[in-house]
């Protein structure tokens, strides 16, 4: 299984920020989570064995699934519970299932990392029109970041929220690519893009 299976993103949440949650409650099809639970997201492919790793999952513990999804390439799935053992544990146990260990996932990388001083009101308007997050309001700064594989984008918003006093405009961790808007003032955005930064490299994995 591990000749043909891609580990492309394993990363283990261990407290859901209060933005973060409530931003992911607006997007998931599945369970609802909420601040403070623990969360587990994977990155595969093929993307339909996704369904086959839910099944692992969610039967090795109590831990509800929030996300099952399958786009061109890859599947993706999350799992949460109040309870980071049990999180830890069916993460554990999908990987052994597969003959995979976290190790073997690939790195993040860093695409594109961008501030945007004083953001002018047209722009903040063309962003507002497909956000689910807050409001970007003209004047503020925006962090623009983006990282593959896509799943990781969650992991590097959640710790910037962690650090610095930030709005989550949108977040969009489907795809080949995983990008997430903040706002807020200037110095805040560097606080919150250094912690996402730092967070995402210091995963350890094989280049993808």
Known sequence: ??????????????????????FVGTVTQGDLPTEGM??????????????????????????????QIVEREFGMFEIHSPNQAAVLESGRIVLERLGLRVEDRIRPKIASIQLITNVDPYQAQLLNRFRRGSMLV??????????????????ACNEAEKKASIKIVHVSSVGRFGRMWLSGTEAEMITARNAAVQALESLEGVDG
């Open 138 to 155: 003209p004047g503020e700064t925006l962090l623009v970041l983006e990282v593959a594989p896509a799943a990781y984008i969650n992991f």
């Open 1 to 22: 299984m591990a000749d043909t299976f891609s580990l492309r993103c394993y990363c283990y949440l261990d407290r859901m920020q209060a933005q973060y949650a409530a």
């Open 38 to 67: 623990a969360s587990l997201y994977v990155e595969m492919a093929p993307g339909n064995e996704v369904f086959r790793t839910v099944d692992i999952a969610v039967k090795a513990t109590e831990a509800k699934p929030g996300a």
